[in-house]
């Protein structure tokens, strides 16, 4: 078994605040991320996809046709965009770190069409990430 991974950008606001928490308990909970006129990130996505080598190609799979997907069903949805207002899938949630790789997985897993998607890595900063395996 083989993982292989594409890293991917995106800029992109966003403010995290929950209508029934107090603005002061939000500012508590979220500290920077509250601002309320929002903020950026620039964000980097690290998708790995896990699979057998193809004897024919010596690969897992195009890594070409896995940035194509990922920029279409995600880069493009995001990048340079509001996520608290302007991304249809994060609507109605708190844009965190954690429930945007959940919404990234949801989005990508089932059109992975060579291999499987073992782990998504959403970087908020260069010091916070996170991971998710799907469960
Ligand atoms: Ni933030």
Redesign the pocket.
């Known amino acids: 078994m083989i993982y292989i991974t594409r890293r991917l950008e995106f800029c992109a606001s966003?403010r995290?605040y929950n209508p029934k928490f107090s603005d002061q308990e939000n500012a508590e909970i979220f500290g920077?991320?509250n601002n309320p006129n929002g903020?950026g990130?620039n964000y980097v996505l690290e998708v790995t996809v896990k699979g057998d080598v193809a004897p024919d190609t010596g690969m897992v799979l195009d890594l070409k046709a896995l940035k194509k997907l990922i920029n279409h069903e995600i880069i493009d949805k995001v990048d340079h965009k509001n996520l608290n207002v302007d991304v249809d899938f994060l609507k109605d949630i708190i844009p965190t770190a954690e429930n945007i790789a959940i919404k990234f997985w949801e989005l990508i897993e089932p059109k992975i069409e060579n291999g499987s998607l073992h782990e998504l890595k959403l970087y908020?900063s260069e010091r916070n990430y996170v991971v998710y395996r799907g469960n």
Do not use: I, K, R, T
């Open positions: 966003h995290l920077l991320c903020h990130h908020e």
